[in-house]
């Protein structure tokens, strides 16, 4: 039973159109990260559901209830701004106790849940400074607590740790994955970063320009990506799009790859699509991931599915837990990702390994998957 | 009371300095002489002003000019001095700033956080409105007063003064809140607050400085406005200026220039006292926006 239900959702500013038929449906306690590049309509879906935007056409609803004409604050939601949004004026514990006393709660109760969430969030020795008086970190905190004391059906965020440095990120990105799993709440969470999205995500939405690309778990996006640009979006390095032909050998389906030498290299498919049997002949993109390249010495396990390959390496940039090596391939340089210990220098020429049993093909001029 | 030391951009030497202080120094004499004639004069003799210097010092002092000015001397027919005409002028200021403040941070706020469709149009209207003359909206407004049987009454000064100062605070007010983050607003909202809770609890006590920097406007404006007072009063609600007119233009015989000077010092005296008690606010909500922090 879907607990958020986003019906064929249009949005316009005057003649901009900004959201484009969305359709999404997420479980009760699903994590729903919205991602997609700047502009493409994230916070306007998010602030629709919130309620601070009306709809131009389509619906929304909430646990069975159709909401677009309801107030923001009777949707029973909470939100965490990007800016974080603190009343300037107020301390840390008015801000976190004015939507209680919007809401009439005695002032008793509201100190009560106040101080628990306080807690809960470690932001007790706060609770009389200013937004001004915090540091970033805190202010996101600060900003969390608001939307606790609510107890919402659906907690709403935008952005919520785009203002933080990259180790203070790492760390609320946990916090806030350890926090959805204790309280099961269901989750909208806006992001343009595909690390939050891979690593938050029940349910993973990938917008562009208003169009909703794919919705699906984060496996779903990452290994079967609807087209190329969630291929391209999603991951990082992204996934290697090289153009190749679609051809048959031996009865089996290969993807050929012009060299630069001239020769073809070939790589058999493994559980080719029925869609991908009208391509043969014909011009494809291959996807490959760059973990599916690596110059790894054959594993008996699934060799059957790896196939050796012969490629000249450009650079090699190790990050520590591995190396990324930039190979030419179809005429493309792409990225593989090799164990940190590899011996693989730039300028040579190396054997590799590609397990094809991830890779997928899209139609080059639609640009959708195979 | 953190006292930050003054940070300066250039460093300047021991000339340039002696320098600008020099030039600061003329232009502060410039200023400040004609209010130190009238300061002497006001607490000298008649004779004395007559037969000396307008510089020098007052041989012998007296409070006579003061005293005068303020309740005994002749404003038109009665001789009440100006003390009525003050309390006039308070009873016309007070509310037509709390008024046009208040009704210029509403529009500021609805221009900038409840936008709607022409709203630009209507704040363009609005400015236009700060740059129409005076004499225009003469016969017009007096129409209109006496068309709300209010024409020379203090409450019809007090109109008049709203709405002529309105564009004014809408201008100071729409500028601020266009700064105000939107997104409290929109917290605010699913906080549950209403249109004017958010107003007041959340804008309002962020608007210090603006409101300073309206009040001290609007507030030497009115006070100092004598069209509209000479246009729309009567005996009996007109203005200070109007007064202080009177009591110069009018007095028949003999010139007191002393009574004349105590009573345009006791006219300019709420601007001052306006100026001295908000003006650092004043700098300091000009200032406001243009840096962060
Ligand atoms: N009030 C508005 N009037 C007109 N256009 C708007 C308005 N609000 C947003 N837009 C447009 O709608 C589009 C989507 O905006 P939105 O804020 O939803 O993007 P976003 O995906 O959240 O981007 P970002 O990652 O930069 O936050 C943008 O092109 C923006 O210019
Ligand atoms: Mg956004």
Known sequence: MSFLVVNDLEKRFGAVEVLKGIDISVPRGGFLVLVGPSGCGKSTLLNTIAGLETVTAGEILIDGVRVNELHPSKRDIAMVFQSYALYPNMNVAKNMSFGMEMRGVPKAERQQVVARVAAMLQIEDLLHRKPSQLSGGQRQRVAMGRALVRDPKIFLFDEPLSNLDAKLRVEMRTEIQKLHQRLGTTVVYVTHDQIEAMTLATVIAVLKDGVLQQVGSPAEIYNTPANIFVADFMGSPSMNLVPARLDRANGALVVSLKRADGSTTMLPLHEPSAAAEAFIGREVILGLRPESIDDAPVADADGAQRHPLEAHVEVTQPTGADTLAMIRLGGREVVARLRAETGARAGERRRFMVDMSKAVLFDPETEERL | ?293
């Open chain 2, 1 to 293: 009371m953190a006292a930050n030391p003054i940070e300066t951009a250039v460093r300047t030497g021991r000339l340039t300095r002696a320098l600008i202080y020099a030039a600061l120094l003329v232009f502060a004499v410039y200023y400040l002489l004609p209010l130190f004639v009238m300061m002497v004069n006001s607490f000298k003799e008649l004779d004395e002003i007559r037969g000396g210097n307008m510089l020098a010092l007052p041989e012998l002092v007296t409070l006579a000019p003061w005293i005068k000015a303020w309740n005994q001397a002749q404003i038109g027919v009665q001789p009440t001095g100006l003390a009525p005409y003050f309390l006039n002028s308070i009873k016309m200021v007070v509310p037509a700033v709390v008024i046009s403040t208040l009704l210029g941070a509403l529009n500021g706020y609805v221009l900038t956080k409840w936008r709607f469709r022409g709203d630009t149009l209507v704040f363009a209207l609005m400015l236009f409105a700060c740059f129409i003359p005076f004499q225009i909206v003469l016969i017009p407004m007096a129409r209109v007063l006496g068309f709300l049987g209010i024409a020379g009454t203090t409450w019809g000064l007090v109109l008049v003064h709203v709405v002529y100062g309105l564009g004014f605070t809408t201008l100071f007010f729409r500028n601020y809140y266009a700064a105000f983050p939107t997104e409290l607003v929109k917290a605010a909202q699913i906080d549950g607050a209403s249109f004017l809770r958010i107003f007041y609890r959340i804008l309002l006590p962020s608007s210090g400085p603006i409101i300073v920097v309206t009040v001290i406007w609007q507030f030497t404006n009115i006070w100092n406005d004598f069209l509209f007072g000479a246009s729309f009063s009567d005996f009996d609600s007109q203005p200070m200026t109007v007064a202080l007119n009177n009591l110069v233009s009018s007095s028949t015989g003999v010139k007191e220039y002393n009574v004349h000077f105590a009573g345009a010092i006791l006219a300019a005296i709420p601007t001052l006292l306006v100026y001295i008690v908000a003006g650092r606010y004043f700098v300091r909500g000009l200032m406001a926006g243009a840096v962060k922090g």
